[in-house]
């Protein structure tokens, strides 16, 4: 699903420059919920954010379900993220004066979707995520949890190959943490490949693959088995 | 534009954020009701100094005399220069092919009219029949007075709407009663009305023969009044006015011995030169509403520009966020130019609207002497709304174009 060959990614601060990504290889099979473990500054989110089309590499390969992603204009880039990726932000990143259901269903808007059929599919994902009752809230009327869920229904509503979660549960208190963890256990359950980017050990032991970033470069990848998220619920 | 979803989606933005479009169309619709109601009232004043104008025909030229005040030819300074018949008949046969309507005035002072009990002072004036269109009355009743009078010496006379209300007071009919003047007897043959107003009206009019020989005038005359044959346009009138104007002065000061640099002892007053003054005077006010105007839609426009960048930058996070959903730049750049277009449309004609309605329904009450009928091209008005909403556009399409260009990764780190 995802292919990366020899990335390399650097930030010019001033004169001097930053070499934040120092060749990573690295690839995602279908339906593998695969943990991006790092200290602060090993280069985890900016990997995240290649992977995801919204920052470009230097040089590198990246290939997403078949499809080369390199000298993207902001137009394709803009269409392959909508077709191919749902994100999930530590910060929600929810559209403050938009309900929970137009929020879920601002995807499919830039998908061309009509009205009424929009409408039918948030309400889905909100249902799958347990909303449905919360549809006509705003944000800032619900709970940290409740707008993570949200944030994931939406992610899910344009049907996406590759779910991104950067730093999920990093705004949430464990228990609220857990039951989202639990929720993106149960959609990767379904088949979707999902990558979670997370410092926090306990989080990274619930997916089924930990890799591990230090100053730029992979420095251990393990396939680990699974700690079901409901049971610390 | 005729994407329905669009339309769908700029309403929701603006539903929900009503004090952000509030302040956005206030700006805009001040500045157009500003600039409207500037133009109204400009137009208004225009409106009002013409109809101070139509006291008299627009061309009129009117020669009086004074006293010399220059030696000349071994006579003394200090001559009364008075009027004879020869002047004006000189004048008037000279001139004959270029003159539309020509008189000559003889004052009568102490003009006490009479009728029954009821008497008042009005000026009386002895005229030719042409004075009715130089003074430019119209007849309410009866008529002016004709060559047939001025021939017969008939002892007729015409009075003024105001004289006939203060004389005539219930018996509404004056025609063929007799008034006196100084004790003689006039029989009233029309009644006329001038749009002078009733300073205008309170005049009472006779043929001139009639006065010089009744009120002892022998063939002295006070004034000379003409209007020469309209032309095609105004500076050509005016030249010729000109023209007439020096020709008349150098020949009186010619019959009477008067110094040719003397200028107190005739004196000819041009009313399309005063036209003139005041027609470049209305240019002026015209041109200064204009300009206070342009610079109330550029202070309007730098209003919506101001909040279109504060827009744009207070929705940085959410572009970001969309364009991590997937939206394209031009359709962000869309976005915000539709909102910013549709609201500075629909605010500058509620503003240009709250403004005609201000013209049409106050505008008549207005009762000043120099402002009448405040009304403003309509056309006009339109057109500087279409130039505001043009100009918050491309206001506003610079910041979205900048913030449609943001990596979304630096847009979504905004706070």
């Not at chain 1, 990246?62 to 999930?88: C, H, M, Q, S, W």
């Not at chain 1, 990767?188 to 089924?208: F, S, Y």
């Not at chain 2, 730098?302 to 959903?325: C, D, H, P, Q, Y």
Request: hydrophobic share 40%; with cysteine.
């Amino acid at each position: 699903m995802i292919e990366i060959k020899d990335l390399h990614k650097s930030y010019k601060m001033g004169s001097n420059s930053l070499h934040v990504l120092k060749g990573i290889n690295f690839s995602v099979a279908e339906g593998e919920l695969v943990s991006i473990m790092g200290s602060s500054g090993s280069g985890k989110s900016t990997l995240l954010n290649i992977l995801g089309m919204l920052d470009e590499a230097d040089s590198g390969s990246y290939t997403l379900d078949g499809v080369p992603i390199k000298n993207l204009n902001e137009k394709i880039a803009a269409r392959y993220r909508n077709k191919f990726l749902g994100f999930i932000f530590q910060s929600f990143n929810l559209i403050s004066y938009k309900n929970a259901l137009d929020n879920v269903a601002l995807p499919l808007y830039y998908q061309g979707i009509k009205r009424g059929e929009r409408v039918d599919k948030a309400m889905a994902y909100l249902e799958k995520v347990g909303l449905a009752d919360w549809a006509g809230h705003l944000p800032n009327e619900l709970s940290g949890g409740q707008k993570q869920r949200v944030a994931i229904a939406r992610a899910l509503a344009s049907d996406p190959k590759v779910l991104l979660a950067d730093e999920p549960t990093g705004a949430l208190d464990s228990k609220t943490s857990y039951e989202v963890m639990n929720l993106i256990q149960e959609i990767n359950d379904e088949g979707r490949t999902i990558l979670v980017v997370t410092h926090e050990p306990d989080i990274a032991a619930m997916t089924k693959r930990i890799v591990n970033l230090k100053d730029g470069k992979i420095i251990q990848d393990t396939k680990v088995n699974q700690v079901r998220a409901l049971e610390n619920v | 534009m005729f994407d329905l979803e669009r339309w769908e989606e700029i309403f929701d933005t603006i539903r929900k954020n009503k004090l952000r479009t509030f302040l956005t169309g206030l700006s805009v619709a001040s500045g157009i009701f500003i600039l409207v109601v500037l133009l109204g009232i400009g137009e208004g004043m225009r409106n009002g100094i013409s109809q101070e104008f139509e006291r008299d025909a627009a061309n009129i030229i009117y020669v009086y005399t004074g006293v010399t005040s220059k030696e000349y030819k071994g006579l003394n300074p200090g001559r009364r220069i008075q009027m004879k018949n020869e002047d004006f008949d000189y004048t008037a046969l000279k001139h004959q092919d270029d003159l539309e309507f020509r008189s000559s005035i003889f004052r009568i002072w102490n003009g006490i009219v009479n009728y029954g009990k009821e008497s008042g002072s009005y000026r009386v004036e002895g005229v030719y029949p042409d004075y009715q269109f130089l003074e430019n009355s119209g007849m309410i009743e009866g008529r002016f007075v004709n060559y047939k009078d001025h021939d017969n010496f008939e002892k007729v006379v015409v009075v003024g709407n105001k004289v006939r209300n203060d004389l005539f007071k219930d018996s509404k009919d004056p025609i063929g009663k007799y008034v006196q003047i100084s004790g003689i007897n006039f029989k009233v043959i029309g009644v006329y009305t001038d749009p002078g107003g009733e300073r205008e009206e309170s005049k009472v009019f006779m043929p001139i023969s009639t006065a010089q020989r009744v009120f002892g005038g022998g063939n002295n005359i006070a004034n000379m009044a003409f209007t020469l044959e309209p032309e095609d346009n105004f500076q050509a009138a005016l030249a010729a006015s000109n023209r007439f104007t020096a020709d008349v002065e150098t020949q009186l000061k010619e019959t009477h011995t008067i110094a040719p640099d003397d200028e107190s002892a005739v004196s000819i007053n041009n009313s399309l030169e005063n036209a003139k003054r005041f027609y470049d005077l209305m240019d002026m006010i015209k041109f200064f509403f204009w300009g206070v105007g342009i610079c109330t839609i550029i202070a309007g426009v730098v209003g919506v520009s101001n909040i279109m960048l504060i827009i744009v930058k207070e929705r940085t996070r959410e572009i970001g966020i969309r364009k991590a959903l997937g939206a394209e730049p031009l359709s962000i750049v869309g976005m915000v130019l539709h909102e910013s277009i549709f609201v500075t449309a629909i605010a500058g004609f509620i503003g240009l609207i709250a403004s005609l309605l201000l013209l049409e329904f106050v505008g008549p009450l207005i009762e000043t002497q120099y402002i009448a009928n405040p009304a403003v091209n309509f056309n006009v008005a339109l057109t500087t709304v279409f130039i505001l909403v043009l100009a918050g556009a491309i206001a506003g399409f610079f910041p979205a174009w900048r913030a449609a260009r943001i990596k979304p990764i630096v847009a979504l780190r905004d706070e």
